[in-house]
């Protein structure tokens, strides 16, 4: 039976893909006892065959993606909660700028741990786009009356406040999206068009976001590229061995997460891409899960492409930003043709107008700019580094008591990861387990997470996944890990 997310029970061991000719032979899975839907405690996971988007790794041991053992959370409780408050950042005054967090939910108080889905919006971001769309609703950049003037003024200032999050000086470097995928297509079907070739190579880390795989596989089978898999290690970390051996002088482009949604990884990202370059190779970084928990700066990343979504850091959905250096933006081929990214238009010939509006066409969400600029200078507004540094106590927090449920097996634990906590817990099928948990008036994320090859790496393809926020607070992971060992003892 498959569940509408696509999770199919363990039934046995499982075959790896086969090699290639002349290579290696087939790795088979060992036999394991299989409890419920999940492997029995101490028990290896049952892998599915690759998925054909890695079909290149398979021809190796290197390559192909390793099993990795599910594991207990490795932090040892009892871990302290955070400090309250930590200097500069005092979680109960965010809070109570956030209205949802104070609904209730079958009427118990809402616990959001979806995060990593999308996060919740302060009253700042609503405002702002409510005052757009009563008193301030006009189109931007080509109208002569006030209200043109002032929309035009709220879009680019979007804009601004877009280059401070990232650290450009350069706001022209930012290019208004629908959010992180938008962005990915957008660098896929202008950049890779025109940069890719037959025989090229894309490097895709196996943390990576459906997002930031779909776009390169369909690019690539046009192009006669092929998309290579960096692998994970058995911690949720990017195997920094085997990418040092997949660049090569056919790589031209490196995909990676700046934050995992599954495994909560933050890979050396710039470190990387110093690595890439020296191949010549560019790099599109996927911030979508990266901005609203710690500070980024491009410059020093040295990115060449980087991306995110204005929903996952508390901003309108339907909004996000792509990043990309100058000389890159100002090479690439407009993705849509239309208004307001010509300069001029005749049957004869159509100039194009200069970046980043010639990759803008159209009419822009104009009041989820309102809504993003809001957003940021929220973000802007608050201590970012002692923002973060509470986000990190109450992730080991988390960690540490996530680790006294029984049968419950965390995915991932790089050190340095960010509050994304996927797990499975043993004789409970993900799905049934989050629909237990929002009887509570917990809301966490059940399925593959738009991450499957990261899943099926460990043997998976379907997990429960709580993610945290700045917003959070210890005493929600107390409500969530009391409510697991509930329906623990009920499912023996």
């Not at 080991?396 to 634990?413: D, E, F, H, K, N």
Request: hydrophobic share 45%.
């Amino acid at each position: 039976m498959t569940t509408p997310d696509g999770f199919r029970p363990a039934t046995g061991p499982a075959a790896l893909a086969a090699a290639p000719a002349g290579g290696p032979a087939p790795v088979a899975a060992p036999a394991t006892g299989v409890f419920g839907r999940f492997p029995a405690p101490g028990m290896p996971a049952v892998p599915d065959p690759l998925p054909g988007a890695l079909a290149h790794a398979a021809g190796g041991t290197r390559y192909w993606l390793p099993q990795q053992p599910l594991q207990a959370p490795a932090v040892t409780p009892p871990v302290a909660p955070p400090t309250a408050p930590p200097s500069g950042f005092d979680v109960e005054a965010v809070r109570r700028d956030f209205p949802q967090l104070h609904r209730e939910v079958n009427g118990r108080p809402l616990v959001w741990l979806d995060n990593g889905a999308t996060t919740l919006k302060p009253r700042q971001v609503a405002e702002a786009v409510a005052e757009h769309y009563s008193t301030g609703t006009s189109n931007v950049h080509r109208g002569a009356h006030s209200l043109a003037r002032q929309a035009t003024q709220v879009y680019e200032e979007g804009r601004e406040e877009a280059a401070k999050l990232l650290g450009t000086q350069d706001t022209d470097e930012i290019v208004f999206v629908r959010g992180t995928t938008e962005a990915v297509n957008l660098v896929a079907q202008t950049w890779g068009r025109a940069n890719l070739g037959v025989g090229d190579e894309i490097l895709v880390s196996a943390a990576e976001h459906h997002s930031n795989l779909v776009p390169w596989q369909q690019i690539a089978a046009e192009r006669r590229a092929r998309v290579r898999p960096i692998p994970l290690l058995p911690d949720g970390q990017l195997d920094q061995d085997a990418y040092q051996d997949l660049l090569g002088s056919r790589t031209r482009l490196v995909a990676l997460t700046h934050a995992s949604n599954v495994l909560g990884t933050v890979p050396p990202v710039a470190e990387m891409t110093a690595l890439a370059h020296r191949y010549g190779a560019r790099v599109l970084v996927d911030g979508a899960q990266a901005v609203s928990h710690f500070p980024v700066d491009v410059t020093a990343l040295d990115a060449d492409f980087y991306a995110f979504s204005g929903h996952k850091v508390f901003g309108p959905t339907g909004i996000g930003v792509l990043y990309g250096k100058r000389e890159l933006l100002e090479a690439m081929p407009p993705w849509q043709g239309g208004g307001n990214m010509i300069d001029s238009v005749s049957f004869e010939e159509t100039t194009y107008a200069p970046i980043p509006h010639r990759l803008e066409a159209g009419t822009g969400h104009i009041a989820g700019v309102a809504g993003l600029r809001a957003a940021l200078r929220y973000l802007a507004g608050l201590d970012r580094q002692a923002a973060t540094a509470y986000e990190e106590q109450l992730t080991a927090y988390a960690m540490g008591a996530l680790a006294t449920v029984p049968g419950l097996y965390l995915i991932g634990s790089a050190p340095g990861r960010i509050g994304a906590l996927t797990f499975v817990l043993a004789g409970t099928d993900p799905i049934a387990l989050a629909g237990a948990l929002d009887r509570q008036g917990i809301a966490v994320r059940a399925g593959h997470h738009c991450a499957q090859p990261a899943l099926a790496s460990f043997g998976l393809q379907s997990a429960a996944r709580a993610s945290l926020a700045l917003y959070n607070t210890a005493q929600e992971v107390d409500t969530l890990v009391a409510a697991l060992q509930d329906i623990q003892e009920q499912a023996q």
